[in-house]
């Protein structure tokens, strides 16, 4: 694909970058030779010395090669080991007699432009080669090149750009860069939707993008999307495919995509209210075949996958009950019943609140089925702390009783005094629906506040009446 297909961007990765190939050319007549003196008395600096040497792949050490084109780089043990801990443990152990190291999983460019950061910290970002480069960076623990990545890939997203950064996140799995472009583009999707961008992802990463709740795009629109990838995937021989049978795999596309934690949803079996409101309290209960680990950033125990970072379902022999984490709280905003509605995702429940103190949010509840016996939802569920979307999780849920709770993967600290937003689309059976609802709820000392979500358009629910009757947490003091 070429650089006009994508709007004026480099060329797509993977591939050296050209500017990067004609430096190494002009200053490399014959790649690892001596072919160059560095004068002693130069007053050059040590970095430019380094510069030099680098570029000119003078008196190099070692040889890596690099990428799917096996692109020979020389480079210095000494310098790398006094830059890289990785890189020490490296060649200060069985490698360390090493002349030729193969390098396969970070691409040509981006390993040259790490080797630059290295010698003279001169290294050159742009859109196509961030990821790939912040990948590098982390190989090799380059915390300043790691965050230089970073700053660059949040302040480079754009329309033109969105659907690319996607895809490369993707590739590399970086799910919370990953989860901030969804949010980008669940804002900004008309325009997105637009783009040539949107051929280079996989069929899996477009299901999610036209699939993302709370945007309201016409199916025409959809399809012809859909119908621009498919021509462009048969003209570039990659596969057959139907428009139709791509239309119908959007209803099976489940996003799950957390602010601080890799994709998943939760399947819980035999919900009902006694098991999560049981007097007197049950022991802790943990997820079957899942264990307990400690989050660095706030040492809250938290639930993973021991077997993938890619696994998707985290399956319960009982529901994450009331009793699951010690001192867990609800506060209810709704004193009554009334009515019924159907619940099709078309039109979102939200609700705004603030509270007066700083908490842990574990979750949220639903009413359950009208009828008697056990329904199955399905819930998209949308965070948002002022503009930023913090959770974006789709929660599946089975169960019987009036009110069904719902749980994140992970708590969410909510700051005291904030506006949040939580924005669910519901699918299931016909449910009951709350009344009476109130504006402010003092639980011991601490109050909660809620308003009308009036940036969330058609909602459901409203201060007075809907769905969210219960919100599940725990002060942060605790």
């Not at 982390?138 to 990545?149: A, E, P, S, T, V």
């Not at 125990?301 to 609800?330: C, G, I, R």
């Not at 009476?436 to 308003?451: C, D, E, K, P, Y």
């Amino acid at each position: 694909m070429t650089s006009s297909s994508l709007g004026g961007l480099p060329p797509s990765y993977p591939g050296l970058d050209e500017s990067a190939l004609a430096e190494k050319a002009s200053n490399n007549s014959e790649n690892s030779d001596d072919s160059g003196i560095v004068d002693y008395k130069d007053p050059k600096s040590v970095v430019e010395q380094n510069r030099q040497m680098l570029l000119n792949q003078m008196s190099c050490d070692v040889t890596f090669i690099v990428g799917d084109k096996k692109e020979p780089i020389g480079a210095h043990k000494y310098v790398l080991m006094t830059r890289s801990v990785v890189f020490k443990h490296k060649f200060s152990g069985a490698d360390g007699n090493s002349s030729e190291v193969i390098i396969k999983d970070i691409p040509e460019d981006c390993f040259w432009e790490m080797l630059k950061h290295i010698y003279c910290e001169e290294q050159k970002v742009h859109v196509t080669n961030v990821v790939g480069l912040l990948f590098a960076a982390d190989q090799y623990n380059l915390l300043k090149l790691r965050q230089i990545c970073l700053d660059y890939l949040h302040n480079c997203l754009e329309i033109n750009n969105a659907c690319y950064l996607l895809n490369e996140t993707h590739i590399y799995g970086y799910q919370e860069e990953e989860k901030n472009i969804l949010s980008y583009i669940r804002k900004n999707a008309s325009k997105v939707y637009n783009t040539v961008g949107t051929y280079l992802l996989t069929r899996d990463l477009l299901n999610q993008i036209l699939t993302l709740p709370g945007v309201e795009v016409e199916e025409d629109v959809k399809k012809d999307v859909l119908t621009r990838w498919a021509n462009n995937q048969r003209k570039e021989n990659k596969q057959e495919t139907s428009v139709d049978n791509l239309m119908d795999s959007l209803q099976d596309c489940l996003y799950v995509y957390r602010d601080d934690s890799h994709c998943h949803r939760y399947i819980m079996d035999s919900l009902t209210t006694s098991t999560i409101f049981a007097e007197p309290p049950d022991p802790l209960l943990l997820p079957v075949n899942d264990a307990a680990r400690t989050d660095e950033s706030d040492g809250m125990s938290t639930l993973s996958t021991p077997t993938s970072l890619t696994s998707s379902v985290h399956t319960y022999s009982k529901l994450p009950s009331y009793n699951k984490w010690a001192d867990f709280e609800q506060v209810t905003r709704f004193q009554e019943l009334y009515s019924s509605s159907i619940n099709d995702a078309k039109q979102p429940d939200a609700i705004s609140f603030t509270v007066d103190h700083n908490i842990y949010l574990y979750g949220f509840s639903i009413y359950g089925p009208k009828k008697q016996g056990e329904g199955h939802y399905k819930i998209d569920a949308i965070l948002t702390r002022k503009k930023r979307d913090i959770v974006m999780e789709t929660i599946s849920i089975k169960g019987a009783g009036v009110i069904l709770p719902c749980m994140f993967e992970r708590p969410v600290k909510i700051d005291k005094g904030l506006p949040y937003t939580l924005e669910l689309y519901i699918k299931g059976p016909e449910s009951h629906l709350g009344a009476s609802g109130q504006s402010a709820v003092q639980q011991g000392t601490i109050l909660f506040t809620f308003f009308d979500a009036t940036k969330v358009k058609k909602s459901r629910s409203s201060l007075k009446q809907g769905q969210i009757p219960r919100l599940y947490y725990m002060p942060r003091n605790k």
